[in-house]
């Protein structure tokens, strides 16, 4: 069975860094940068907040789309977070099911 796949974007407290990552077990991956062992960026500048996610059926279409949004300009990645999530918040309670 194949194991679908996620794109997120942390931010810090101030929304002004945003990291985005792809993994295949969203909650985990979340929980790890906010325990400060996600990445070594993640942790330099305290991303620990889930702005945004999507959902994949294969993680090959995860990499592809994070691939893609990582070429985006801050504008625009601001835009598609303003979409899901207009007030900012943290989505971390959202995502306890994508275990």
Known sequence: MERGGYIYIMSNKTR???????????????????????????????????????????????IKREKVLKKWKRDWKDNLIYKLNPDLVDLTENVKDYI
Request: negative net charge; aromatic residues 18%; hydrophobic residues 30%.
């Open 16 to 62: 002004s860094v945003l990291y985005i990552g792809v993994t295949s077990v969203l909650y985990w991956r979340v929980s790890e940068h906010k325990s400060c062992k996600g990445s070594d960026f993640t942790t330099k500048y305290n991303c620990t907040d889930l702005v945004y996610f999507e959902t994949f059926t294969t993680i090959e279409e995860a």
